[in-house]
């Protein structure tokens, strides 16, 4: 029996959705590309017959293709309406980081579309929007995944997941969370003091340079995009963490530059006006450096106290997370069957490829159940 058709849509080109049209025009078999958004411009498959669909692989020249059809933004009534009427199945994959786009995930679940995505705003704003989702999905009969919204592709959600559904009691989940941080910390204040004196400024461009940052990345700064994983893997651990502000969260933007505004002027504002703070950072290195440690920025979920902590904190150098490398992330998983001996993901934590790899695997998997 052959597979029934699955259609796609595509919101984002960014880093890590260039990663992901890529890897889905390789794939063997893949869902049929009708919809494909960036902020300012969609393109789509001519309705009624969503054909001919838009080749992943050439997808930045599918503008000047006369056969498709190009549109502005489109709402998302506009784009539930399109893609539950297209002849089979569909999914739609967020690569954006919009929390506009994450709230409306209920109207597109309720029609019958299937959601992939990095995300995190979806599953880490208030409670009742991630009770939301799921109900929603149940409704709709479709399917919801989102692994790279903690640990990129590292298997991290499905790991939990997989805990917690075989009976197993989760105690603590702790480690590094941030690709972002990771880098910040292993370049900034490396084990060996004979390595680089980088100012941090410099640093935490290199890292916007790498992709590994939030598109705004004071969202990796200020401690918001650790605090959106934990309370995402805290959720699914079954604890009802109402918002990522529902705990202290440690900020590294300096106060100064707080109330720079959140648009594309504010982040060059802000990247021009670091290097003025250097000077704070340095103080923090030195200081764990007098200790004979590092610093580094952690986060932990104590399932039982029901706590959540998401900050700096000091680590002998020959510690695991000290002697992380690169944007790794370590994610520890304390549970009743492992003991004193946690299950330890570890791998890049950041970066478009990796991500993206999350991303397609998520996809693959929706693909199996839908067809
Ligand atoms: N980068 C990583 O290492 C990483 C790792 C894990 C998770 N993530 C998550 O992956 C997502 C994407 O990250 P990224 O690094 O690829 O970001 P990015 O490079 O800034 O790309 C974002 C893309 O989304 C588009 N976009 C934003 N809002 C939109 C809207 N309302 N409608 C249509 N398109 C919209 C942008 O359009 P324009 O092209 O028109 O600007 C751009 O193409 C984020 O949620 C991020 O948290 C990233
Ligand atoms: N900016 C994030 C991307 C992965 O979610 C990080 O650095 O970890
Ligand atoms: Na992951």
Redesign the pocket.
Known sequence: MSAKPVYLGV?????????FLNQLSRLPSPPQLILL?????TLLSPAPAYTPSIAPGDWATAQSTPSITKAG?LSVDEIASYLSSAPGRSVLV?????P??ASAYPTFLKKGISIV?????GFSSDLSLWKDIFASAAQGSSLVYHE??VG?GLPVISTLKDLVATGDEVTRIEGVFS??LSFLFNIFAPVSSSGSSAPWSQVVAQAKEL?????DPR?DLNGM?VARKLTILARIAGLDVQSPESFPIESLIPSELASLPSTPDGIQQFMTRLPGFDSQMTRIKEDAEKNGKVVRYVGSIDVPKKEVKVGLQLFDKDSAIAGLKG?DNIISFYTKRYGANPLIVQGA????D??AM?VTADLLKALERLR
């Open positions: 919101i984002g080109v960014g880093g890590v959705g260039t990663a958004a960036r902020s300012t411009q933004a967020d690569n954006t980081s919009d506009a786009l995505t990095p995300n995190k705003k790279s919204t990129a690709g972002t992709g590994y940052t939030e598109p969202d995009d944007s934590g950041a970066g478009g990796v991500t999350g």
